[in-house]
């Protein structure tokens, strides 16, 4: 068992829509929790960071911990086409040094 | 400013060659790290350094990988005696900071993209 598990996708919505995206994970020593957007032929660029439980929001991107579950979220409100891309989530058990990544969902929103 | 630069960005080889990809991070960034991304998959960690040293690098599959830094900047990735499935993008990626107790986030280069025929 990986880790880390998430849904490859992908995952198509139109524009406008609302769209979530979830990891699991195995290892209860993870405290930082990340989501990173990749474009195709691009380095992963981090979007948002959680340390620990809870939730946390940024524009129109909101991130949820739930560490009882063992379950992580990210949630585009207002979705665009720019937001196409591949999602990586990715938890730490230090200061995010050693990091493990999910396999990523491929997003696509249609105009 | 500069971000993270990756040569070659695209690397050909044979089975059984050695090949080194090399890192450039962001000025200043003490820390370096490298992953190997295969089709389909997300980043799967190799090693960091802080500064000049190997902090962690439980995630080197085996001793035909070796990564240095020798003077605490630009890192070079060595692959001995290539192998099919050494094909992948390999990224590398800096952070600012060294300390545990807050988040060091890691700024990612576009990668090298490896083949072996």
């Known amino acids: 068992q990986k880790e880390v598990e998430q849904d490859p996708g992908p995952l198509s919505v139109p524009e406008g829509a609302i769209v979530s995206l979830n990891c699991t994970y195995s290892?209860?020593?993870?405290?930082?929790f990340m989501w990173y957007r990749q474009y195709s032929r691009k380095g992963p660029e981090l979007l948002m960071y959680?340390?620990?439980?809870g939730n946390k929001e940024d524009g129109r991107f909101t991130a949820q911990v739930d560490k009882s579950s063992k379950y992580i979220s990210l949630f585009i409100r207002d979705s665009q086409p720019s937001d196409s891309a591949t999602y990586l989530c990715a938890m730490s058990n230090t200061g995010g040094f050693k990091t493990i990544f999910g396999a990523g969902t491929r997003l696509f929103v249609k105009a | 400013g500069a971000g993270v630069s990756q040569t070659p960005s695209n690397k050909v080889t044979e089975k059984g060659k050695y090949v080194e990809l090399r890192c450039d991070p962001i000025?200043?960034?003490?820390?370096l790290y490298w992953y190997r991304q295969s089709l389909g998959q997300g980043p799967e960690f190799l090693i960091y350094?802080?500064?000049?040293?190997?902090?962690?690098d439980s995630g080197l599959p085996n001793d035909r990988f070796f990564a240095v830094r020798p003077e605490g900047s630009v890192s070079t990735l060595k692959i001995q005696r290539t192998e099919r499935g050494d094909s992948a993008v390999y990224l590398c990626?800096?952070?600012?900071?060294?300390?545990?107790?807050?988040?060091?986030?890691?700024?990612f280069g576009p990668g090298t993209r490896l083949t072996v025929l």
């Open positions: 990626a800096s952070s600012s900071t060294t300390v545990a107790s807050s988040y060091n986030e890691q700024f």
């Open positions: 350094f802080q500064g000049t040293g190997a902090a962690d």
């Open positions: 959680t340390y620990s439980s």
């Open positions: 000025s200043g960034h003490t820390a």
């Open positions: 290892n209860s020593a993870f405290q930082y």
